[in-house]
């Protein structure tokens, strides 16, 4: 019974520090820019997933979708901070220049941009989330799953971010299936459903039995349920647009962080800083495993995400070699973060060149 | 009884008339969706066409906004006078963004008085080129310029798409997918301390000025005229089809080229995989709500600019969905083809007989 007491009484205080800081917050508005629509089920669904954790936390937020990276970016960015928003997310990488332009003038706002790594001035911060230790687990399950040993790989565009996937997708496969091989198919965009749609079909066609993808549509796993072979969501639970093809999916989880930084400027302990979580911490999150995945593979799975969170696995753990055979990362050693953010090679084992 | 009667001629008064009738008539159907989804209809029009442009820096954007649409128009209504569908003013400004682009990181690192009009020359001259494609395909193998320029936009995007990912990307950039930044002599100057509207607009104006010249004080204005009214009869008039079909084109593409280089040298100030946010297809809606007439594309442009700022600031101050400035873009064409109508018929009352 004492037990119940203290625990309610934990809890009562808890809630209580919940409710002061909301009352202390609730002048501090948060504001986001958003590249695509919120009803995208992709990149810009995650980030207004975020948003609304901002509301529940107790803050004001704003936010305008569909921002072009143009010209108009800009002009949002300053309507935003002149009409009294304390704190800015800009959730794509092609607001990095309109960003620093326009925290320079307001250097009482905050702002965060995302995926970014220009940080001019003192008010603006960066952050992103470490996708490819989700690839990791993604890479042990295809690389189980597959019966053809080739596995489709739909890209965006050729930048460190997208390599560094299928590097980390490639090594995890080859970890427990050295037969494989992964074929790429450059889509060329974020998000396109028809180019994507194509992009997995080519694969499929080429043998995939198991399509993973680095573009923000359902279109893919949609169309991987359509020829009945296996794909993995991404950005968010996918499940429900294919739930026989979906093995699970790899979520962008932004709502702890973006609570944190809007209490951070509500408490006046906001400083800049670069911000790269992974699944330790929750910016990368891990779906409900699908039960067509054996037993024993899901509890293999459990235990790496356990090591992954802890640091006891790293993603990039050497030996790894590049197509050419040449040593990337020495035995026992792991990349580092440097090497991780120009990581412009291919490894062994990924079919084709990195378009130029 | 209210009978419909087919005028003898099409009405001018009629003609200025009916853009101001769509504009009313987006206005009221736009009120209506607004209270439909649950928003005040004239505190959101208000927030959509007003407070956008109630300061200074407001504006500003608006004039930037209106310059590439503005110029753009300008120089399709070359084309649509005379029958010439060129629909690809987007691709002939990525191009032109492109060949500027090009020259202006060549000079990245230099300072120099001469660097920008070389820069606004080349995306002239690249609008131009991209623009012959098209008109030549017509002129002497009879293919059919809608469908060739549409298609050539798809191709400039990838041609961008493949530099800036490719060849151009900033050295320092840790191959992000796009270019150094140019240097301020490769830029338009701004007008304002503070504000963001910059020399381009001068070159709007000019093409204005110029393009009303052409169109009732010379002969290849009339030419033009004439084969918009009817391409036979311009053949038994003896007029040169095919050299007026490229010029024309020529003069579309230079327009919007200069388009693009106003948004890369202005405020963008570098070559990204988004130069433009679909101007080109925008502004084939202003030619036609400003009737293909010099002033009256300065009014459609100002108009269309705005339904651009204001789906920014309703959607910040009042949480209406962005997209809905597309649907009143949609809403004026639409409106304005719909009464157009007007132009050719005519309600006549006329007393019931007993």
């Not at chain 1, 004001?60 to 010209?71: H, R």
Request: proline share 4%; charged share 15%.
């Amino acid at each position: 019974m004492h037990k119940f007491l203290i625990r309610s009484f934990v809890s009562s205080l808890v809630l209580l520090f919940t409710l002061t800081v909301a009352a202390v917050a609730k002048d501090v508005k948060a504001a986001f820019v958003y590249i695509g629509p919120t009803g995208d089920h992709g990149w810009t669904y995650q980030h207004d997933v975020g948003r609304k954790a901002v509301e529940a936390a107790g803050f004001k937020t704003t936010y305008v979708e569909g921002v072009p990276e143009s010209a108009d970016a800009e002009r949002v960015l300053r309507q935003l901070a002149n009409s009294g928003h304390d704190i800015i997310f800009t959730t794509s990488f092609g607001y990095m220049n309109p960003t620093n332009k326009v925290a320079k003038e307001f250097p009482n706002v905050k702002f965060e941009h995302a995926t970014g790594y220009k940080r001019e001035h003192a008010n603006v911060s960066t952050y992103a989330a470490r996708f490819y230790e989700g690839r990791t687990i993604l890479g042990t399950i295809a690389g189980t799953m597959t019966k053809s040993n080739v596995i489709g790989y739909v890209a965006s565009f050729p930048i460190p971010e997208v390599i560094r996937g299928i590097n980390s997708f490639t090594l995890a496969a080859q970890k427990v299936n050295p037969n494989i091989k992964t074929k790429i198919v450059w889509a060329f965009t974020w998000y396109d459903p028809g180019k994507e749609a194509e992009a997995a079909k080519a694969l499929i066609d080429q043998g995939a039995d198991v399509i993973a993808q680095h573009t923000d549509s359902t279109a893919i796993v949609q169309m991987a349920e359509k020829a009945g072979v296996y794909a993995f969501g991404q950005a968010s639970d996918m499940d429900k647009f294919a739930p026989k093809a979906v093995l699970t999916s790899v979520e962008n989880n932004w709502g702890p962080y973006y609570v944190d930084r809007v209490k951070a400027v509500a408490n006046g302990t906001w400083n800049q800083k670069d911000t790269w979580h992974g699944i330790g911490d929750g910016m990368v999150v891990i779906s409900d495993l699908d039960s067509q995945m054996p037993a024993d593979l899901r509890s293999k799975v459990k235990k790496l995400q356990a090591d992954l969170a802890s640091g006891k696995v790293h993603s990039f753990t050497g030996p790894i070699y590049d197509q050419k055979g040449n040593l990337m990362v020495a035995e026992g050693k792991t990349a580092d973060d440097g090497m991780l953010a120009g990581m412009m090679t291919y490894v062994k084992g990924v079919e084709g060149d990195i378009p130029k | 009884m209210i009978k419909i009667v087919k005028r003898d001629q099409p009405s001018k008064a009629i003609f200025f008339f009916t853009p101001i009738l769509a504009i009313f008539l987006t206005l009221i159907a736009g009120g209506i969706i607004f209270y439909i989804l649950g928003f005040k209809p004239f505190e959101a029009l208000k927030f959509f066409f007003i407070v956008p442009i109630a300061d200074k820096y407001g504006f500003s954007e608006l004039l930037l906004k209106a310059t590439p649409l503005c110029l753009i128009a300008i120089g399709l209504s070359f084309c649509f006078k005379s029958n010439n569908w060129n629909i690809g003013a987007e691709g002939q400004l990525t191009f032109g963004a492109i060949v500027s682009g090009g020259v202006a990181l060549l000079f990245y690192d230099q300072e120099g008085f001469y660097i920008l009009p070389i820069v606004i020359l080349a995306g002239a001259i690249g609008g131009m080129i991209y623009a012959s494609i098209p008109a030549i395909l017509k002129t002497y193998f009879n293919t059919n310029e809608i469908l060739v320029s549409l298609m050539l936009v798809y191709v400039s995007k990838l041609i961008l798409d493949y530099l800036v990912v490719g060849p151009w990307s900033n050295p320092e950039g840790f191959n992000f997918p796009e270019t150094r930044q140019f240097s301020d002599s490769a830029r338009l100057p701004l007008l304002f301390e503070g504000l963001r509207i910059h020399a381009g607009i001068f070159l709007a104006l000019a093409a204005v000025v110029i393009s009303w010249f052409v169109f009732y004080k010379t002969y290849l204005g009339f030419q033009m005229k004439v084969s918009g009214f009817s391409l036979k009869t311009a053949k038994y008039a003896g007029y040169k089809g095919k050299k007026m079909i490229i010029l024309v084109f020529l003069i579309s593409g230079a327009c919007a080229g200069l388009a693009g280089v106003g948004e890369i040298t202005g405020p963008i100030g570098q070559l990204h995989r988004e130069v433009s946010p679909d101007y080109g297809f925008t502004a084939i809606i202003v030619a036609f709500l400003g009737r293909l007439h010099p002033v009256g594309i300065i009014f459609a442009s100002l108009v269309v600019a705005i339904t651009y700022l204001g789906a920014e600031t309703a959607q910040i101050f009042m949480q209406i969905p962005k997209y809905t400035g597309q649907v009143f873009q949609g809403m004026i064409l639409f409106f304005l083809l719909a009464s157009d109508y007007l132009l050719f018929f005519k309600f006549k009352f006329i007393g019931t007989k007993k």
